[in-house]
């Protein structure tokens, strides 16, 4: 052991040797603090950019507002739907379904799924008075549901609206729409369709509008912590036990440190096509984006798929505060500076069946953590453009060539200031990888957003080596 023999002079300079080797390995995997994941598929989006954006256009469509919150649906026999909100006031958000046609490149209003509807409730001591919307759908077919009228579903959040601008988003609960075909039988095809609806999952608050419901989730294990559930995104799948729904959601919790809520994203399950859930998992939280560089701890407008590989992916928004003012119309008065979304990262599933997704082991300021597997980033090409809630289907893009849809908001730039931008991006998980790979040239690979741990041994040995060979010239 020739080391051993280093005069004890020296220990000085070959611990300062050391040092610097467990700094260097330090440094190769803390991920730079503050800032969030690079985007990967941009989309363009300023009005009189070139590219230009491509905008969908519903024939049919009356919303004065636009459209917002696509979900995709495909079908052999029908081919592809899409569920969004329309959207003619804050206060007159409703559900429809469109149809694609592919020859054309044309969408065309195939039904009216549910209206927004003036009430009055109880809550506190006092009786609100405003309306119901219907919000964030997700479309479904669940095509081995015993009873016909209920394989095409659509969940929404549905909730109260009191005053201007009033949101009450705890007011509220989870729809259920079904029907037999996600489209009206009139001659004109865009009459009142057959929708059943039910007021499926609610949850406690100050007034029993929330909590009228078929299933009260407060009372399911693993959901007590939240005090409200937002925006839905369902997935119909069959593994060895049957058939099932996986729905994602936003669960609303109270801000760890203060401050006020967040929302992190939960997974249920249902075995008997929505009749009854189960807690699967918690997704994510709001330290998860915090971690990844986002700098509000928050996430929602969930939206599952498989890629076309049949791997389950999760596509989610974070959100960010943006400085500029909201337009302020008419009375419909936005504040200066707001939070919203911030695009789509997408993740995929590590185990579906347990609810848990990728993550990789990481060395951060704050230790070693194990951060989500950010596999890409999507949003806007304008840096503080809004945009999110985005939706994505394999067999929607290998039929038609139709990428990823996202909601983005021009607010102050044209009365129809709620638009869904259209690509051809496409979404798809490699084995033991997750990649979006874009049609077009999309910029630079994902950095930062998760940097995996090198292997310790190989710096290690390095270190001991550099070590060993300085003993051994000075002994």
């Known amino acids: 052991m020739m080391w051993l023999r280093t005069p004890l002079r020296l220990l000085p300079l070959l611990l300062l040797v ?3 080797a467990c700094l260097a390995l330090l440094s190769a995997t803390v991920p730079v603090a503050g800032a969030p994941p690079e985007v990967t598929v941009p989309l363009a989006s300023a009005l009189n950019g070139s590219p230009a954006p491509q905008a969908v256009s519903v024939l049919g469509e009356t919303g004065a507002k636009g459209l917002f919150d696509p979900s995709l649906m495909w079908s052999a026999e029908w081919g592809t739907f899409m569920s969004y909100s329309s959207i003619s006031s804050m206060d007159g958000v409703r559900t429809r379904i469109a149809s694609y046609d592919p020859a054309s490149g044309q969408w065309i209003l195939r ?6 509807t003036p009430l009055s409730i109880p809550c506190g001591s006092q009786t609100c008075v405003g309306g119901v919307v219907h919000e964030t759908s997700s479309l479904v077919l669940d095509p081995t549901d015993s009873d016909p009228a209920r394989r095409v ?21 989870i729809s259920l729409f079904t029907s037999e075909r996600p489209w009206t039988e009139s001659s004109t095809s865009t009459g009142s369709s057959p929708w059943t609806q039910e007021a499926l999952l609610g949850w406690r608050s100050a007034s029993p509008f929330s909590s009228n419901t078929s299933i ?16 839905p995104s369902a997935l119909v799948s069959e593994d060895e036990l049957g058939s099932r729904i996986d729905l994602a959601l936003g669960c609303v919790t109270l801000h760890p440190g203060g401050g006020g809520l967040q929302t992190q994203q939960v997974l249920l399950r249902s075995r008997d096509h929505a009749a009854s859930f189960t807690f699967v998992s918690v997704l994510l939280t709001g330290a998860d984006l915090v971690r990844l560089g986002f700098d509000i701890a928050t996430s929602n407008a969930a939206q599952l798929y498989r890629d076309a590989a049949g791997r389950m992916v999760l596509l989610i928004s974070p959100e960010a505060h943006y400085k500029a003012p909201t337009l302020a119309e008419g009375d419909e008065t936005d504040e200066p500076g707001f939070d919203g979304y911030a695009g789509c990262i997408a993740l995929a599933f590590d185990d579906e069946r347990t609810g848990t997704l990728q993550r990789v082991r990481s060395q951060t300021d704050a230790g070693e953590r194990l951060l989500l597997h ?20 394999a067999d929607v893009h290998a039929a038609t060539g139709l990428g990823i849809l996202m909601s ?48 310790f041994s190989p710096v290690f040995l390095a270190a001991l080596f550099a070590v060993l060979a300085l003993s051994l010239r000075l002994s």
């Open 111 to 116: 039904a009216r799924v549910n209206e927004a």
């Open 18 to 20: 050391w040092h610097n």
């Open 408 to 455: 983005t908001l021009y607010a102050g730039e044209r009365t129809d200031r709620f638009q869904i931008l259209a690509s051809t991006a496409r979404a798809s998980v490699p084995p033991g990888n997750l990649s979006i790979d874009n049609l077009t040239p999309s910029g630079p690979p994902l950095m930062g957003a998760a940097v995996a741990t090198p292997s």
């Open 374 to 393: 950010v596999a890409a980033y999507a949003r806007a090409s304008e840096a503080q453009r809004y945009c999110g809630a985005c939706s994505f289907h």
């Open 153 to 173: 579903k659509i969940f929404t959040h549905s909730y109260f609206v009191s005053g201007i601008n009033t949101l009450k988003y705890n007011f509220g609960f």
């Open 216 to 231: 009260l989730l407060n009372n399911l294990p693993g959901l007590d912590q939240c005090v409200f559930f937002t925006e």
